[in-house]
């Protein structure tokens, strides 16, 4: 019967998050639509979808797996180069933008895949610390990479350089990434609504796999990894699993992200978007996607929304920051959500 009651009520809060994300796009459409909306608000509609996709993706690796990453701007990175390389090369090939957009994301989605694969055979070795550590590095070491590979394009294909632009190029041919100034010209093809469908897409794989036999092997294997190991559950596999898909939504964040601006450069992706991505998920709550959902909505648009305040913005948005934090880990708030927020009761007599 316990077993019974907890499947409701996870089934219920995965519903309860698709219809917040599907009710909030039809609400934005039409104020978009009614001019309601101002440009700047307007603009922040697709990097809200890229970073609600970053945290609920880390949200996989931190809170369903356990272990703690700090190398997912780097993922997000791959995605962004490899799919705007990917967008920019198919100009002339496809007139359609959307699908574009969706190639572009498919691309940045199997590359990041990759390098997560290549990573996760070392790094899911560690544990802790270690590995927080060794991922920071891993994405130090990716966005060097970028900010030293130049790509260029012509009729002959592709020509790839580090450290100085490829000489050879035909005229007409056309440098796709340029080192350190990144990727110039690029048509701004990233919408709204195609943040959207990520986003649900996102959601619906994740909670696909929580609810399947490999995330309750992977949430064995975070509650006691000794115990799951000695039942026969292949630790290593099941953790690589999630790693790579995390890294592959991930990398589709990226190109998405990138496809909205015209310029895009290593940089963007440092360590600090990393531990931004980490402070989402931790806002939001270990393991709960729709509170990534709300808490990478509302954490992206707030610096923008305290703009006015010019140089007191950011210490305004550290501020709330704070203060959110200590309201959410207090006993009284805890027990004031119970009574308000519907299942949080069922949750506490399930423990």
């Not at 590095?137 to 450290?163: C, P, Q």
């Not at 207090?330 to 506490?348: Q, Y």
């Amino acid at each position: 019967m316990k077993n019974v009651m907890v499947r409701m009520k996870t089934s219920r809060q995965q519903w309860i998050t698709y219809a917040f994300v599907i009710a909030a796009y039809i609400v934005l459409q039409i104020l978009s639509g009614q001019k309601v909306l101002s440009s700047t608000a307007r603009g922040m509609l697709v990097p809200i979808c890229a970073y609600v996709v970053m945290a609920v993706s880390l949200n996989l690796t931190v809170g369903v797996m356990g272990e703690l990453s700090l190398g997912h701007a780097g993922f997000m990175s791959v995605g962004a180069f490899m799919g705007t390389t990917a967008a920019v090369s198919l100009q002339g090939v496809i007139a359609s933008a959307p699908l574009r957009l969706a190639i572009a994301m498919a691309v940045g989605a199997v590359f990041a895949a990759v390098i997560g694969f290549l990573i996760g055979i070392p790094v899911l070795r560690l544990r802790g610390d270690y590995l927080a550590i060794v991922t920071l590095a891993f994405g130090e070491i990716i966005k060097s990479i970028f900010t030293n590979l130049y790509i260029g394009i012509d009729s002959r294909g592709y020509h790839i350089r580090f450290l100085q632009a490829p000489e050879n190029l035909e005229e007409g041919g056309k440098l796709i990434i340029g080192g350190p100034m990144g990727i110039g010209g690029v048509q701004k093809i990233a919408t709204f609504t195609g943040g959207f469908i990520l986003v649900m897409i996102c959601l619906i794989v994740i909670f696909h796999l929580v609810n399947s036999r490999t995330g309750r092997a992977i949430l064995a294997i975070r509650d006691n990894r000794i115990a799951a190991e000695s039942v026969g559950i292949p630790v290593t596999r099941y953790k690589m699993t999630a790693f790579v898909l995390s890294a592959s939504m991930a990398g589709a964040a990226g190109a998405l992200f990138a496809l909205n601006f015209s310029t895009i450069a290593a940089n963007k992706f440092d360590f600090n978007t990393s531990i931004l991505v980490l402070v989402l998920v931790v806002f939001g709550g270990l393991g709960n996607m729709l509170g990534s959902v709300i808490a990478a909505a509302l954490l992206t648009a707030l610096p923008e929304a305290l703009r006015s305040f010019a140089d007191y913005r950011m210490l305004i948005y550290a501020i709330v920051l704070i203060l959110v934090m200590l309201a959410t880990n207090n006993d009284d708030f805890k027990a004031l959500l119970r009574r308000v927020i519907p299942g949080r009761k069922e949750e506490r007599e399930d423990a």
